[in-house]
């Protein structure tokens, strides 16, 4: 009933809704483009306190009205400490409402203004380049934005494809290191036996095919930062010398014997659980420790759906900028498609999709039929099923009428292969396999006349 109520004044605001019977469904939907959340305090899947936590995590500026009876006023003036905007008390009140709801979305556009206004001026995207307004991007930023100016060490995890090294180069880009060189290494790409040669530097001759000195990752990244990506596929040997590097902040390339000082912030990253391999051994504890200072979970695409559309968009803009003749424009249901599948490659996979359908898009807009068909098929109707055919049952159990006497059916065979050669009895006894002589006997037991 109150819920009925509610949509019945907003839509006299010409406001849009949505409405919700417990929280399960409201913390499942993406809550971007929300402008306020009215909150009942007495839920049946969970308290409106909780709910409140929740929504508060994801989004600190949402404001959340509380809606609560009269004898639950000290348990909305916690709802207010936790960060709700404001409570009303039931029975409600029209007048009440609107007003309450109307200084809410005043708040909510106002900051958003503020936002508008200082990426204008110059503040821009604290992520620099990455794509994304959801709130699992604008918590990725609040994160980020306490260690921009701080110097430790940052470990960044999260599934292939989500864009674990252009976070790393959006931290560079904000440190006071951004001077500095930015270097990447992928640990996983590299074979053992090479790495620490890529990490530390070699001398000349220090091995077969060591023609020249070489200066490793940490030389070359010296004043600025050192991105060390797939961390988890690093072999013992190395863990070790790159935890004495860490310590002393000192490297010796491999065949020398100089110690060469190094001053590298580190950025690591990796789609493995770490915590699993320290427990399990593969992974030293001392080292997780010293890189993982700073932990930061990236989050997968699918978390974070609402940025689909302007990750289609930025890559439709790039691709139309190397190719004129490539779309620019997304069709509803194609975006609709994108939308609702999984998304297991995450970012990597949606810009490989959207790609390979710019290419086969002749016209400025990707439909329907340019995206791959297991995407196409979640959303088209099913087709029908095929008509079940007509079950033609036999019965094959023998009835003993239907039996035939052996002696009728020897019968039947020598008088139709006597017919098939014509009366000719040598013939006849060498289709049926009998001697000739066999055959004039059984033809003069069944009384048969011979010509």
């Not at 099923?385 to 019965?395: E, G, K, N, Q």
């Not at 098939?420 to 009998?434: K, N």
Request: overall charge neutral; hydrophobic content about 40%; aromatic content about 4%.
């Amino acid at each position: 009933m109150t819920r009925r109520i509610l949509g019945g004044w907003i839509k006299g605001m010409n406001g849009a809704f949505q409405e919700f019977s417990g929280a399960g469904g409201l913390l499942e939907c993406d809550a971007g483009n929300w402008s306020v959340v009215c909150l009942d305090l007495g839920l049946g899947d969970m308290s409106g306190h909780d709910a409140l936590k929740h929504l508060h995590a994801r989004d600190p500026g949402l404001p959340v009205v509380i809606i609560t009876a009269d004898r639950e006023i000290e348990s909305a003036v916690e709802a207010m400490k936790t960060g709700a905007y404001d409570y009303i008390t039931k029975p409600l009140n029209e007048e009440r409402v609107v007003a309450a709801l109307s200084r809410a979305i005043e708040r909510r556009e106002l900051a958003s203004r503020v936002q508008r206004l200082e990426r204008a001026l110059g503040g821009g995207h604290i992520l620099g380049t990455i794509v994304g307004a959801s709130p699992a991007m604008k918590q990725l930023e609040r994160q980020l934005e306490r260690i921009f100016d701080n110097d430790v060490s940052v470990c960044l995890f999260g599934q292939t494809g989500t864009g674990k090294e252009l976070v790393a180069r959006a931290i560079h880009e904000r440190s006071a290191r951004a001077r500095g060189p930015f270097v990447a290494v992928n640990c996983a790409a590299i074979a053992d036996s090479l790495l620490e040669s890529e990490l530390f530097g070699h001398e000349r001759g220090s091995f077969t095919g060591a023609h020249a000195l070489h200066r490793g990752c940490f030389e070359q990244a010296q004043g600025g930062t050192l991105f060390l990506d797939e961390l988890g596929e690093m072999s013992s040997s190395v863990q070790v010398r790159l935890l004495r590097a860490l310590q002393e902040k000192m490297i010796r390339r491999v065949g020398g014997s100089a110690e060469i000082k190094v001053d590298v912030r580190i950025i690591a990253a990796t789609h493995r659980d770490l915590q699993a391999d320290v427990e399990s051994g593969r992974f030293r504890e001392d080292l997780y420790y010293r890189l993982a200072v700073y932990p930061v979970q990236i989050p997968p695409l699918r978390e974070r759906a609402g940025d689909i559309p302007l990750l289609v968009e930025h890559f439709l803009r790039r691709l139309a900028a190397d190719r004129p003749q490539s779309p620019v424009l997304i069709s509803a249901d194609a975006l609709d498609a994108l939308m609702h599948h999984r998304w297991p490659g995450n970012v990597r996979e949606l810009q490989n999709v959207v790609q390979r359908a710019a290419l086969a898009c002749d016209g400025k807009e990707v439909e329907m039929a340019h995206l791959p068909t297991e995407l196409r098929s979640r959303l088209l109707p099913p087709l029908p099923a095929l008509p079940a055919a007509v079950a033609t049952t036999i019965d094959t159990s023998p009835r003993p009428q239907d039996i035939v006497p052996l002696r009728d059916l020897e019968r039947r065979e020598i008088m139709r292969a006597i017919s098939a050669t014509s009366g000719s009895v040598s013939e006849a006894a060498r289709l049926l396999g009998l001697g000739r002589a066999t055959l004039y006997r059984r033809l003069a037991e069944m009384n048969v006349p011979l010509e």
